[in-house]
């Protein structure tokens, strides 16, 4: 059985999940064996406050688990850097270190090795100015860096992970029973649509039905879901088409993971489609005959962080980069060689490029300089 035919078999149970979160630690266990590691995890981080949550995980030490929110999400080099990765994009942590310098880091020894893990392959699910959230699979450390094989299967797993991850948070339950789904998308503040296989409006909660009403995302037209952009709309009932052609997941499973909409006032929705034909889904709308659930909601903005701001403007390799994050969060040279394990003169070096290039003086002046460029939550 080919990679892809192998993914598409965990479609259904990634999409179950959305529905039922208690699902996701076996859907983890499936994703790790399928990429081929040893442990996979659904968290989140932020690398301004350097905290976290663990939503779901499989494999690896639970003691361990709550080491790393406790003191190595601090140590750890990649966190500060993920932040600058796009959404959806799949990366490996020697992608944005080498692998050589982060086996030297306290990080690695104390936290990665001792659980028998190296590499590590992830993507971004969302993310914000300062936090993002992550699905991820460790590569076991007898097993060299991410190869090529394990990227691309992690790239078959991510969009639908994604999916499942962001309407999930949009239901925001801890479980839901199928069969009462329809009463529970009516009090969601995003518009909820259960559209038949011809793309008619079986059902629409409080939100939907005044988005239909105002007319400037989506509209009715003759009893069917239509966008109020043609390009999204001809988009929108393909996937709808997919999710009727009887097939299950399989056919809506290579679609992409979101279909963007554009109001008339030109702010930005989006419209997350989630099959109902196959798997638990199928119960969840026999009374409305559907074949999808169609939720829109405003599309977040990816405000990108101060230190991403500079990093991007005046041009700072990788290495400068983690300088100057390991510098901003830890202060002194010593504290930053330390937690990179490289040599004090190595962070003097990338330091006083990171001055050149920004014409800054001192770690005063570069202090002032990133906090020039922050935003505040309301701008």
């Avoid at 450390?141 to 309407?167: F, Q, S, Y």
């Avoid at 039905?209 to 109020?228: F, S």
């Avoid at 999710?243 to 008339?264: M, N, Q, S, T, Y």
């Amino acid at each position: 059985m080919s990679d892809t035919d192998q993914a598409l078999e965990l479609v259904g149970n990634i999409y179950d999940a959305a529905l039922d979160p208690a699902l996701w630690p076996e859907v983890l266990k499936e994703a790790g064996a399928f990429v081929r590691g040893p442990s996979a995890s659904l968290f989140a981080q932020d690398s301004v406050r350097q905290t976290g949550n663990l939503f779901f995980t499989w494999g690896g030490d639970p003691e361990f688990h709550g080491r790393y929110f406790e003191k190595y999400i601090k140590l750890n080099p990649l966190t500060p850097m993920a932040l600058f990765l796009d959404v959806e994009t799949v990366h490996a942590g020697s992608d944005l270190m080498p692998f050589a310098e982060m086996q030297e880091t306290v990080f690695y020894k104390e936290w990665v090795r001792p659980q028998g893990f190296g590499d590590i392959v992830f993507a971004n699910l969302e993310k914000s100015a300062t936090s993002y959230a992550v699905f991820s699979v460790t590569r076991a450390e007898r097993d060299g860096i991410v190869d090529e094989g394990m990227r691309r299967r992690m790239e078959l797993l991510v969009p639908h992970v994604r999916r499942a991850v962001v309407i999930g948070k949009v239901i925001d339950l801890k479980a839901v029973e199928a069969a009462a789904m329809a009463d529970t998308f009516d009090g969601l503040a995003a518009g909820v649509f259960l559209v038949d296989a011809r793309g008619r409006i079986a059902h629409a909660n409080a939100s939907g039905e005044a988005m239909l009403a105002n007319g400037e995302i989506v509209r009715g037209v003759g009893g069917r879901l239509a966008a109020a952009d043609a390009a999204a709309n001809l988009a929108l009932q393909d996937v709808v088409a997919a999710a009727a052609a009887g097939a299950g997941d399989r056919p809506v499973g290579v679609k992409g993971i979101a279909v963007p909409l554009a109001a008339e006032s030109g702010e930005r929705y989006v419209a997350h489609v989630l099959p109902l034909t196959a798997g638990a889904r199928r119960k969840a709308a026999t009374s409305y005959s559907a074949v999808a659930a169609v939720f829109v909601q405003k599309a977040g903005l990816d405000l990108p962080s101060p230190v991403e701001t500079v990093a991007k403007l005046y041009r700072l390799t990788p290495g400068e980069l983690r300088v100057l994050l390991a510098i901003v969060e830890r202060d002194s040279i010593q504290d930053a060689a330390a937690t990179l394990g490289i040599s004090q003169a190595t962070v003097k070096t990338h330091l006083r490029r990171v001055y050149e290039k920004t014409g800054t003086a001192g770690q005063v002046d570069l202090v002032k300089l990133i906090a020039g460029y922050a935003k505040s939550p309301t701008a």
